[in-house]
């Protein structure tokens, strides 16, 4: 199995991850009292990034037995696995347009910078938007 | 690995794949879009300032959640025929009646989107007018 062929098969299961994360910030959402004033937008955020800013609008549940940790680990494992999906296709969509073998070690080397660099923004942007609402929360 | 290919974008679309080809460029489209939009979408929020606020207003504008909602929910459908279809090989035999299948759980949750979407939409609107309205009233 070259690395190809362990990519091709990383876009399979983290496709499958992705489910398993997807519907675990939703239950998760749902169990810790997530009912009313949902919408669309509500419950994808839920769904990708976990419960930690929807406490604002739903005061309940930021201890328990779904506390911090796990959800928090969720959301930050499905940045990481939506990154490593989706600029790994980026790659295989380039690979089908450029075909000359310096193009493509290029392409490598900017996805793989690229990789932990957008994962770690976007982990920073979400920190500070959960912070920004907790004391929204607290404030009021 | 196609290294000696010589065939051009619009030649690739002539070829007459049907139902698969379709949902493959699909799948192709919605995955470049959510890796544009999502990035797009975090870096504005990280810069901030009036470009990142000009990028985000447009990221949460209805038509484009709409355009953002019909990325993901594809992608994430297609993707899991894909998967399904590709560690069962044996079940590529009904590539056609999957793809069928697809449709018709998209389609549906898909329209449901659209429709809150919209409504979501049109109920802020409303609610803005009423205020601007009051506040008219008041002065």
Redesign the interface.
Known sequence: MNFETLMWLFT?LS??A??VLLLAGVIGALIMGARNQM???DV?RWAFTSKRHSCAKHKRARSGPLGDTFLENCRQFTVFT?AAH??H??LS?LD??F?QPRVRVLFRVIITILMPV?SA??I??HLD?IGRCLNEYSSI | M????NVG?IQGLRYQGGGPQTAWLLH?IS??G??LF??AH??A??LGGDLGQFINKIYESWWF?IIV?FC?LFH?IN??R??IL??WPKLIEYQREAIWVEWFVFLPVFGL?VI??VR?AWEVRMAQNREACLSINAA
């Open positions: 399979r496709a499958l992705m489910y919408n669309l937008a994808l939506a989706g600029l296709g980026v969509v089908d347009y075909a957008l923004i976007g920073y942007v938007f | 196609a290294r000696e290919r974008v192709r995955g470049l959510i890796v999502v990035t975090i870096l929020s990280f959640q909602i993901a994430g993707g899991l894909i998967t590709d560690l989107a809150v979407i979501t």
